[in-house]
């Protein structure tokens, strides 16, 4: 019964701002690192940033300085600040969980079923 489900994608033009969320439930939310990938038309699907239990972020080096991670445990819900969009942004966004103890992935990796991203130029 685990379920993500993110919300907040939609089209923006270049330059603009969107802020995505990922609502989990099934999980304890606060055991688990939490990520955005994102996959574009006929590409593979890539890490965009996560978020560990603890609350350490990284980024892929193409989101860095425009985008934030962020998690409210309280809401179970992950976010993704996207500031001064370009084109090359335009993905179905999906949020991903996996249980993480001291530092090491265990368990399921969980998935969302994706929301849509598009930065028109």
């Known amino acids: 019964q685990v379920q993500l489900v993110e919300s907040g994608g939609g089209l923006v033009q270049a330059g603009g701002s969107l802020r995505l969320s990922c609502a989990a439930s099934?999980?304890?939310?606060?055991?688990?690192?939490m990520g955005w990938y994102r996959q574009a038309p006929g590409k593979q699907r890539d890490l965009v940033a996560a978020?560990?239990?603890?609350?350490?972020?990284t980024y892929t080096d193409s989101v860095k300085g425009r985008f934030t991670i962020s998690r409210e445990n309280a809401k179970n819900t992950v976010y993704l600040q996207m500031n001064s969009l370009k084109p090359e942004d335009t993905a179905v966004y999906y949020c991903n969980a996996v249980r993480e103890v001291r530092g090491v992935k265990i368990g399921n990796t969980y998935w969302g079923r994706g929301t849509q991203v598009t930065v028109s130029s």
């Open positions: 978020i560990s239990s603890g609350g350490t972020t």
């Open positions: 099934g999980i304890t939310f606060s055991l688990y690192a």
